[in-house]
């Protein structure tokens, strides 16, 4: 289905505003993605934009960028992944050249200093309603597999320190070997 310069548009603004009013990183920047586009627009379902946010964290790269590109193609192909990822590097770009302008002046400015201390209590909030979203899509979902994975996962984390890493890796081969079995019996095939 082709898009129309009206969808473009939409897409365009709505990343770029997302992206220049969110400070903190990717996963302060999801949530609103999502609620952009699953909740007020519903142009994505939540399990897509869940997939989505897993390719984004997975894949090399910031995760808002990554998220906004999956979720861009996902609408529209390769010109809806362009302006979704435009549209979300377009205001941190021109921030921090703005900013490397200044940088002397801005370092050693005390408000500025506790402007940013007090904002990363924000950030951990915000963090925080992620993980608690997430957690709550995978497991009203009510299937095992995806449960018992993430929870291993935080315990590999927490407990036993393993490289996060690692974490992702194997996440991404059982994704991968998991899609191929699925391929498999939709083409009448037992094995991939």
């Given at each position: 289905?082709?898009?129309?310069?009206k969808f473009y548009l939409k897409l365009f603004a709505g990343c770029l505003r997302i992206s220049a009013f969110t400070f903190g990183g990717g996963y302060v920047i999801v949530p609103l993605i999502k609620k952009r586009f699953v909740d007020e627009l519903g142009w994505v379902s939540e399990e897509k934009m869940l997939d989505y946010i897993a390719i984004g964290q997975s894949s090399p790269g910031p995760i808002a960028v990554n998220t906004a590109a999956m979720m861009g193609y996902g609408l529209a192909g390769l010109p809806g992944a362009l302006v979704a990822v435009f549209a979300t590097v377009l205001p941190?770009?021109?921030?921090?050249?703005?900013?490397?302008?200044?940088y002397a002046l801005v370092i050693e400015n005390a408000v500025v200093r506790n402007v940013l201390r007090g904002m990363q209590a924000g950030v951990a909030a915000v963090v925080l309603d992620v993980v608690v979203d997430l957690v709550a899509a995978v497991t009203k979902s009510r299937r095992a597999v995806p449960v018992v994975l993430m929870a291993a996962a935080f315990v590999a984390a927490a407990v036993f320190k393993v490289n996060v890493a690692f974490i992702i890796l194997a996440s991404a081969a059982y994704g991968v070997l998991a899609?191929?079995?699925v391929r498999g019996k939709e083409r009448g095939h037992d094995n991939p």
């Open positions: 289905m082709k898009k129309d310069l941190p770009l021109v921030i921090l050249s703005v900013v490397s302008v200044f899609v191929a079995k």
